[in-house]
């Protein structure tokens, strides 16, 4: 399924970076300057760029090609737009996350939004959001069990994981930072990885 950045109005980064530090996201991530943010899950790379925008330096990883061209395309353009984006505060790669982990990525920060599924209500999810569920698909639950216990290996602070707000949390979250339509689940990092 073709996309393009035309057929879609994607949220508006400007609007969320006014709220600075009292945003649900940034709360969860603890943002601050310097802050090394891995976001994991890139999609449409809206939460990235104001991660970004709010001084952390953020890696952004999608592994699906046409969503990857649509983001690149997307970061170019919004990321010279943003006056407090720097230049070397934002990166992005065609790339599974794992295998940035493995190669020796280094991040305070993990940061996964996947795919949602099913939206209990009967109305559709913006156009937006129909578009990257067909270009992406959804990850089982196990797959996202095992992506948050291997993040937690490689975060040195936490792992944040966004949800909706009235469904289940993968396993035991540390705690949770609640947002009017979606919460962000928050597991501490665990030393349970030896290096290879």
């Not at 601050?32 to 952004?60: E, K, Q, Y």
């Not at 690149?72 to 505060?89: G, H, I, K, T, Y």
């Not at 949602?116 to 913006?126: D, E, I, R, S």
């Amino acid at each position: 399924m073709a996309a393009d950045l035309s057929e879609m109005e994607l949220p508006d980064v400007r609007r969320r970076v006014r709220q600075g530090r009292r945003l649900a996201l940034a709360r969860a991530c603890d943002a601050r300057p310097g802050l090394r943010v891995h976001d994991a899950l890139a999609g449409w790379g809206t939460d990235g760029l104001v991660l970004a925008a709010l001084g952390c330096r953020v890696h952004l990883s999608e592994r699906n090609a046409e969503v990857y061209r649509i983001l690149d395309s997307r970061l170019r353009a919004e990321s010279d737009r943003l006056p407090r984006v720097q230049s070397d505060s934002i990166s992005w790669a065609h790339e599974d996350a794992r295998d940035r982990w493995r190669t020796g990525g280094h991040f305070d920060v993990v940061y996964l939004d996947p795919m949602f599924g099913q939206h209990p209500k009967t109305a559709l999810p913006a156009k937006r959001m129909q578009v990257l569920a067909n270009l992406a698909g959804e990850m089982s639950r196990e797959m996202i069990i095992e992506l948050i216990g291997n993040a937690r290996c490689v975060a040195s602070s936490r792992v944040v994981v966004k949800r909706r707000a009235r469904v289940a949390a993968f396993g035991q979250p540390d705690w949770q930072i609640r947002a009017r339509s979606v919460r962000f689940d928050v597991y501490l990092a665990v030393p349970c990885c030896s290096s290879d």
